[in-house]
């Protein structure tokens, strides 16, 4: 076993660094997700124009603010206290 292991490395030499490139193929893919990564840019830009337009009409509801609930440390409430108000 250790023999096959031996030949079958000995038999692939390693290639040298200036043999070693990315090719027609790893350019082919680059420019695709550039050009996939332009069309989702556009996309987004388009649905934001789209949802300031309708806040502009008023479609949405807008709240000055929103409620918050008022942070006592009185413990005057019929409920034991959470841990994290020990």
Sequence with gaps: MIDVVALALASD???DDNNVVAGWVGFAVMIALIVAVVFILRSFTK????????????????????EEEPKSSDQTSDQPPTPHQT
């Design 47 to 66: 649905q934001l124009k789209k949802v300031d337009a309708a806040q502009k009409a008023g479609v949405f509801e807008e709240d000055e603010k929103p």
């Design 13 to 15: 030499p390693r290639p």
